[in-house]
């Protein structure tokens, strides 16, 4: 073709060029467009960890499971909370997740906000302790306490269970917000631990001269 013939057409006396868009030009057009199309299924449809968001939940998670392989899976009952309460590690990981998820209602040391004081002696929804980890997980008040069965562990909702029963009048009366519900029993005693026994030497062990 030849790359000065004109165009049949004109406008207000200009006519152009038929000049094509050299090959290249057209293929990098094409490639943005696969380009495009294998990226955005990359990050839209992709394997998890692909944002630093991403990335930070995967590792959380990951952290959160090596802890949680030592500890073992947790029964929301009075004899387990109890027990983490005297955990400072179970307590840490309790800690965690409640200065994550709880503080915009009960704020940071649980003296309260929307929701209430969870540093005094009085409990709306909670008559014993295992009813703080029922709370936690389905909920209350026609949902102002949202359920957090679906977006915590089973073993998270344990431990901030045992968290906020360790609160339980930390603050004075003038440090939070003002009680709601009523007074409750005390808590019951931790569980006694059985100390662990080292392994005996093979000969103590039969009773058999070594």
Not at 35 to 55: C, K, N
Not at 162 to 170: I, P
Not at 187 to 204: D, H, L, R, T
Request: a negative charge; glycine letters at 10%.
């Amino acid at each position: 073709m030849d790359n000065n013939s004109l165009m049949n057409h004109s406008y207000d006396g200009i006519q152009e060029y038929d000049n094509p868009l050299p090959g290249w030009w057209k293929w990098t057009f094409v490639g943005t467009i696969v380009f495009s199309v294998l990226y955005g299924m990359y990050w839209h449809v992709g394997a998890p960890g692909r944002t630093l968001a991403e990335r930070y939940d995967v590792e959380l998670d990951t952290n959160m499971r090596l802890q949680f392989a030592e500890i073992g899976d947790l029964t929301p009952d009075a004899d387990t909370i109890m027990l983490a309460t005297t955990k400072k590690g179970w307590l840490a990981i309790g800690k965690s997740v409640f200065r994550t998820n709880c503080i915009s209602c009960h704020g940071k040391d649980g003296e309260g906000k929307v929701g209430p004081n969870l540093a005094d002696d009085v409990y709306k929804n909670v008559k014993k302790v295992e009813d703080l980890a029922r709370v936690i997980a389905s909920g209350a008040g026609n949902g102002a306490m949202p359920a957090w069965a679906n977006r915590l562990q089973g073993n998270e909702v344990v431990l901030v269970a045992a968290y906020v029963a360790s609160l339980r009048n930390t603050l004075a009366a003038d440090q939070g917000k003002g009680p709601e519900g009523s007074e409750i029993a005390p808590w019951p005693e931790p569980p006694a631990e059985e100390p662990e026994v080292p392994p005996a030497e093979s000969g103590e062990a039969t009773g058999t001269a070594a």
